[in-house]
């Protein structure tokens, strides 16, 4: 079964249109035992993915019309508590619909007569995140065995899937030199994005406030920001901040 899955990755990798990239997807839901595919190209936009053509991706991985519109417009995708874990993992893991007997998202799942699904986490640029998800009428421990089994792969695929996904949509790259922030500037932004004042990230820092102030006010410059809060979002995008919990 690996064998196959590496295939469909190689595939994946040089097929450059969403359409046919889909329907590998199903494919590769077959060589793992399970039903269904799911994506989810950015958690912070619920809308569904498009093709090429403006055809709905989730409807070309199978799913029903009147399904999806439900996981739309009650915005399941936020809500679910796989979701919210997925934002915590780098790794695909199982996970049961029965886990959380009240989530209705894991309800809808169940009347479609899923159990189970491994679930792809892929951190994406600008800090965006997707998810891709494979699901079927197993049980969690099967599935756990699944996510341990073809992991590798299938977050291999998801990664493949989510770039062919976001081409289409990227907004222009950030010049390099409106991210060659200074030490000092990256220290004032990381501390102010803790929550610091400029008076704490002062006396942290050993500088005086109007010190931090500037500081802070060259980095917007250069990020091309709007305002410091603005500054803050996108080098935390941008992955310039590293941790700020």
Known sequence: MKIDLQELIAELRTTPDLRLASDILRRSAAVVG???VAVVSDVSHPEAPSDEAGE????????????????????????????????MEHLPFAWSTHGVAKDPGSIA?????????????VRLP???????AW???????LAMQL?????PELLLLAHYFLDLVRRGSEAPPVPEDLARLSPRELECLTLVAKGASDRAAGAELGLATRTVRF???NAAQKLGAQ????????????GILGSVF
């Open 34 to 36: 399970m039903s269904h």
């Open 56 to 87: 709905s991706l989730v409807e070309l991985l199978g799913w029903p019309r009147a399904f999806i519109d439900e996981w739309l417009q009650r915005n399941y995708s936020a809500r679910s508590p796989a979701m919210v874990r997925a934002r």
């Open 109 to 121: 799942l169940q009347r479609m007569g899923i159990t189970a699904a491994i679930m792809a986490p």
């Open 126 to 132: 600008r800090g965006r995140f997707g998810v891709l």
């Open 135 to 141: 699901l079927g009428p197993v049980d969690s421990r």
């Open 147 to 151: 996510a341990h089994d073809f992991g």
């Open 215 to 217: 500081h802070l006010s």
């Open 227 to 238: 305002s410091r809060s603005h500054a803050v979002a996108l080098a935390t995008q941008l």
